[in-house]
């Protein structure tokens, strides 16, 4: 075997994880940017408690929110059942599953970093806007939601590193099939429990390594630009 | 017309307006801080609500709270220039200027407005990197090219230290001049309201307590707290009549056969300007002057004559002249020397004239 070539086996989990984590980021941005938004601006009664239901995940074992997901989410799951029933959409030992679970446990850092950002762009200079005719839909798109970009670039990488690492969710919830739902950190789970392969453990704990390392550098770059950009 | 009508709670103070304001010219908003001149002109602008009122603009109807109307800032074409330019620092300055225009710049207005601001040679520049007075300068330039039907200003020259106010003054000065829409322009500067003003609004504690053409705000009482005995002054709006052929002097017209003569100013015969004479450089006597220095002798009458509310070293007289009135400060000694009684003609000898607009030619 080639110390430097990836075995078939490490590129299925390597490109599964890939997708599983750029379809919840991708999917959760536009939910992540209206959660920041209430929070940071919304004046409505229960507004603690739903900051409360956003950084849940973030304390909360995965397992649990594993469980959670196929108590409510599973193909006879409170929700799921509809969902199948009427759309035939099932996450139940499938990626899209794994995608539900990464997404859920990323959800509260990206947030954290979009409310950040949020909470620092000046609402005077949306007033400015909408004394230039701009309507508030114009200001959102025009002033707050650029200025507001090196704070949702930081939360999208900081959920993507979060989403590539996820484990106990994901196993619990659409357990650990290859090819389907094992991504890098299940497939090294499974090395690990066989007798052996420790070689291969190893392998995987480095390609874990680089891609975290490689996507905080890219991150670090893109919030730099992105500063530069907004003139801070 | 812009009929202002409306309340508003604002902490300990109460906002409480009822105005027809000029729709065109430079209205000066004046009061000390606190005052209630920001609220006002947010209110006007539709950045805040009023508690209830009617704003409206001529016809057009800005605000109503009785027939629940409260137009967004948006849909209210008022331009507005805040204290802090409010630049948006991902645009260039171009991106700033344009961003009222929907895409559809005026290329005339445009180089117009630049060109009367000079920012040409700031367009590509980010905001960071412009001082103070340039900020500014764009903030104008930006309202301005969102074509808007009334202009507010708010204090554009209060966080400018001296230097850049001077810089920035006679931009200011020439847009008074240029813009044909009523311009709300709110300072607690009485020397940027002289300068720029003609309609003048005096706000205290949230109470309306003095409104009308500047020079008529400026000789009634409202304005005395306000000023120091030193400071205490009359404002004329004056008519350019000749120059002097041999000396650097202009005269100027207070009525048929009064002339008064001032420094040079470079308008032509015609040409209006505003001047004030400081209470302090008016003297009086009975008797017509013969052989003196002093240009400016001219006949009035006396139409009020009281104590200095602050000063007791100070008698104030007030004096008609055509249809003017000029403020004299005189010692009580001299009052009761003179036995000045209303109604008594006089001799006003004038020491000093002050150009409060300056001649941009």
């Given at each position: 075997m080639d110390t430097f070539t990836l075995t078939d086996y490490e590129v299925t989990a390597l490109q599964l994880s890939l997708k599983v984590a750029f379809t919840a980021v991708i999917v959760s941005l536009p939910a992540g940017i209206g959660c920041a938004w209430l929070l940071a601006r919304g004046r409505f009664w229960g507004k603690s408690l739903l900051d409360g239901l956003v950084h849940l995940p973030l304390v909360l074992p995965p397992v649990v929110i594993g469980y959670l997901l196929l108590v409510m989410m599973g193909r006879q799951g409170v929700i799921g059942a509809y969902l199948y029933d009427w759309f035939g959409i099932t996450f139940g030992f499938s990626w899209r599953g794994a995608v539900l679970a990464v997404a859920v446990v990323a959800f509260p850092l990206m947030v954290r970093a979009i409310r950040l950002a949020l909470e620092n762009v000046d609402p005077k200079l949306e007033q400015a806007a909408r004394t230039l005719g701009a309507s508030p839909v114009k200001v959102f798109l025009t002033i707050t939601l650029p200025l507001m970009l090196p704070g949702i670039l930081t939360g999208t990488v900081l959920a993507f590193a979060r989403a590539l690492g996820e484990f106990g969710a994901t196993i619990t919830f659409v357990s650990n099939i290859p090819g389907e739902t094992q991504t890098i950190p299940l497939a090294m789970f499974s090395f690990i429990e066989t007798p052996g392969a420790e070689a291969e453990a190893a392998r995987l704990c480095v390609i874990a390594i680089m891609i975290a390392l490689l996507s905080l550098m890219i991150a670090e770059w893109l919030a730099r630009a992105a500063r530069k950009r907004v003139g801070h | 017309m812009l009929a202002l009508n409306f309340v508003k709670q604002l902490g300990q103070t109460r906002l409480d307006v009822d105005l027809r304001l000029p729709a065109s010219g430079i209205i000066a908003i004046f009061?000390?801080?606190?005052?209630?001149k920001t609220s006002f002109i947010n209110i006007v602008s539709g950045l805040s609500k009023p508690d209830e009122g009617h704003i409206a603009f001529g016809e057009h109807v800005l605000c109503d709270t009785w027939q629940g109307i409260h137009l967004p800032p948006e849909k209210r074409r008022i331009g507005y220039v805040f204290q802090d330019a409010r630049l948006f620092p991902h645009y260039t300055v171009k991106g700033n200027l344009l961003y009222g225009n929907h895409g559809k710049p005026d290329p005339e207005l445009f180089s117009e407005v630049v060109q009367l601001l000079d920012i040409s040679h700031l367009l590509t520049r980010y905001p960071a990197s412009l001082s103070g007075g340039e900020k500014q300068r764009v903030a104008i330039g930006r309202a301005l090219l969102s074509k808007p039907d009334m202009l507010l200003m708010d204090e554009p020259l209060a966080s400018l230290d001296l230097p850049r106010k001077q810089e920035l003054m006679p931009y200011l000065e020439s847009l008074a001049k240029s813009v044909s829409i009523p311009v709300l322009y709110v300072s607690h500067s009485l020397d940027e309201i002289l300068r720029l003003a003609d309609h003048m609004v005096v706000l205290d504690q949230g109470k309306v307590i003095g409104n009308g053409a500047l020079t008529d705000v400026w000789a009634s009482s409202v304005m005395r707290p306000w000023l120091s005995a030193r400071e205490q002054s009359s404002v004329l709006q004056l008519k350019v009549t000749e120059h002097h052929p041999s000396y650097p002097l202009t005269q100027l017209c207070i009525g048929p056969d009064l002339p008064l003569w001032v420094s040079r100013v470079r308008r032509p015969a015609g040409d209006m300007v505003r001047v004030r004479i400081h209470a302090n450089d008016i003297s009086v006597t009975r008797i017509k002057p013969v052989q003196t220095s002093i240009r400016n002798v001219l006949p009035v009458t006396v139409e009020g004559i009281e104590p200095h509310q602050y000063h007791a070293d100070i008698v104030v007289i007030r004096l008609a002249i055509g249809t003017s009135i000029l403020t004299a400060n005189i010692t009580p000694w001299a009052a009761d020397e003179l036995n000045l009684q209303v109604g008594d003609k006089l001799y006003a000898q004038i020491k000093g004239v002050s150009l409060s607009q300056q001649d941009l030619a």
């Open positions: - | 009061g000390r801080s606190g005052a209630g």
